[in-house]
């Protein structure tokens, strides 16, 4: 694995990184390698691991939860929150 110790780096550093993986996710599901994909999700699941270890309770939107995502199907218009 490569790149610093998730938990060695500051809330921007990690948000940083974060940000980065977030973005090359998509290219690296399509045309990367096994071995880039692989690596790829392992550090993605560190980034996010710390992440979420740092911010337990970070707020749930509604909507990203199983019963919001029901409410959804049944005709709510997520663009205008109803």
Not at 48 to 56: A, D, H, I
Not at 62 to 68: F, S
């Given at each position: 694995?490569?790149?610093?110790?998730?938990?060695?780096?500051?809330d921007q550093?990690?948000?940083?990184?974060?940000e980065?993986?977030?973005?090359?996710?998509h290219?690296?599901?399509?045309?990367?390698?096994?071995?880039a994909?692989?690596?790829?999700?392992?550090?993605?699941?560190?980034l996010?691991?710390?992440?979420?270890?740092?911010?337990?309770r970070?707020p749930?939107?509604?909507?990203?939860?199983?019963?919001?995502?029901?409410?959804?199907g049944c005709?709510e218009?997520?663009?205008t929150?109803?």
């Open positions: 694995m490569t790149g610093v110790d998730p938990g060695r780096l500051d550093q990690l948000m940083k990184e974060l980065t993986i977030h973005r090359t996710r290219d690296t599901l399509l045309y990367g390698s096994n071995d994909l692989r690596a790829h999700n392992g550090r993605m699941a560190q996010e691991g710390e992440w979420l270890r740092r911010n337990p970070r749930v939107a509604a909507g990203r939860t199983r019963e919001g995502a029901r409410e959804r005709g218009d997520t663009t929150g109803g």
